[in-house]
């Protein structure tokens, strides 16, 4: 008897498992897009301003934006991937 219980309860417990996997909704997906469209028009502009940076202000100064932008870039992707994940896991 108490070997059925127990693989009873094993059974419901996997059973429940299984269907606890949740899916992004159609208003996550949406944000997700959003974001990943706004990361790339940001990164599209900060490129466009390192390729004109060194007839302004010198190689010097530029070479520093370039490393923040390099940093900005991945900030944002890697906020962008955490947002993600958050909404696949609610």
Do not use: W
């Amino acid at each position: 008897m108490r070997k059925t219980l127990i693989t009873f309860m094993m059974t419901l417990l996997f059973i429940a498992s299984a269907n606890a996997q949740a899916e992004e909704t159609k208003m996550e997906k949406l944000n997700a897009s959003t974001e990943k469209s706004k990361n790339e028009v940001k990164k599209g502009y900060r490129h466009m301003e390192e390729k004109a940076c060194p007839m302004v202000n010198g190689k010097i100064n530029c070479a520093f934006k370039k490393v923040g932008h390099g940093v900005q870039n991945a900030a944002n992707a890697t906020s962008a991937k955490t947002k993600e994940l958050k909404n696949k896991v609610d």
